[in-house]
C-alpha cells in the first residue's frame, strides 16, 4: 500500500490554499502530500532587455528550498555565493511551464515574478510549484485588474505539472521521496486541459524504457493533471 492509502494512480491529498502574504499581488500555498511550496507572484512595471519594444510581457520564477525542508538542513545557496545546477533548471521549468499558459501581449509591458519557495519537500516540488504558481499568476493578474492597471485579465489557459515514474516495474502517479528514489524511470509531465503538453522530462534512472511504457505514463499524467486543473478551479473561485 502506498502513503495516504492510494493506488498506483491516486494522488496524494492536494490542497491549494490562497492568500497569506499580504504584500504579494498573488499568493498560493500549495501541498501535495508532505510537499508543501509557498508560491507568491510579484508584479514590475518594466521587462528584460530582450522583450523591451515588443509591447509584450515577461513571466519568470525563481525556486529555492529552506535549508530544513528536508531530512537534514541544507546550507543556504545564498550563502554558497551562487545557486546550483539543479535549482537553475528547476526554475527555468517554472518560467517556461507559466509563460506557455498567458497571452503575453494581453499582459503589457510588465514582468511577472512567481518565487517558489519550498517549506517542505517529499518528492515532486517542481511538479508542485508550477501547479501553485498558475494560480498564484492567476490572482496577481486579477489584482491589477482591480487596481485599474489593467483594463482586463489576459487570456490565461490552466497549466499543471505532475510526476509519474515506474517502480518495481509498475506505472506510478504524483511519487513521494521514497518511492522517487528507488524509481526505474522518472518522469515530469506538465500539461494543459485540452491535453496539450508544455514539457515532459523524462529519464531512466537504471533501465532504458520502452514506447509503450511512455505511453503508459503519459496516459496516467493526463488523467491526474485533470484533477489538478479542477483543483486549481476551485482553488480561483
Same mark, same amino acid.
Request: with cysteine; charged share 25%.
Given at each position: ?79 554558497? =555565493?551562487?545557486?546550483? +545546477?539543479?535549482?537553475? *533548471?528547476? &526554475?527555468?521549468?517554472?518560467? #517556461? ?5 498567458? @497571452? $503575453? ?85 506538465? =500539461?494543459?486541459?485540452? +491535453?496539450?503538453?508544455? *514539457?515532459? &522530462?523524462?529519464?531512466?534512472? #537504471? ?5 509503450? @511504457? $511512455? ?23
Amino acid at each position: 500500500m502506498r502513503a495516504h492509502s492510494r493506488d498506483n494512480f491516486g494522488l496524494r491529498p492536494v490542497e491549494l490554499r490562497v492568500g497569506g502574504n499580504k504584500f504579494a499581488e498573488g499568493t498560493c500555498l500549495v501541498e501535495f502530500g508532505d510537499t508543501r511550496v509557498l508560491t507568491t507572484c510579484s508584479v514590475e512595471e518594466r521587462v528584460p532587455p530582450h522583450v523591451m519594444g515588443t509591447g509584450a510581457g515577461w513571466v519568470t520564477a525563481e525556486y529555492g528550498m529552506l535549508p530544513r525542508a528536508t531530512k537534514n538542513r541544507t546550507r543556504r545557496e545564498a550563502a554558497a =555565493g551562487k545557486q546550483g +545546477g539543479r535549482t537553475l *533548471e528547476i &526554475q527555468r521549468l517554472i518560467g #517556461r511551464s507559466l509563460r506557455a499558459a498567458i @497571452d $503575453l501581449k494581453g499582459l503589457g509591458p510588465r514582468t511577472l515574478t512567481v518565487d517558489c519557495d519550498v517549506l517542505q519537500a517529499d518528492g515532486g516540488t517542481r511538479t508542485a510549484a508550477i501547479t501553485g504558481g498558475f494560480v498564484a499568476m492567476v490572482l496577481a493578474l486579477r489584482t491589477l485588474k482591480s487596481r485599474g492597471t489593467l483594463a482586463k485579465v489576459p487570456t490565461v489557459t490552466p497549466v499543471s505539472a505532475i510526476s509519474v515514474g515506474m517502480v518495481g516495474g509498475e506505472v506510478l502517479v504524483d511519487l513521494d521521496y521514497p518511492e522517487d528514489s528507488s524509481a526505474q524511470v522518472d518522469l515530469n509531465v506538465i =500539461g494543459m486541459p485540452d +491535453g496539450k503538453l508544455v *514539457e515532459v &522530462q523524462g529519464t531512466a534512472e #537504471r533501465h532504458a524504457f520502452s514506447r509503450a @511504457d $511512455l505511453a503508459a505514463m503519459l496516459d496516467a499524467a493526463e488523467t491526474a493533471l485533470l484533477q489538478l486543473f479542477a483543483k486549481q478551479a476551485e482553488a480561483l473561485e
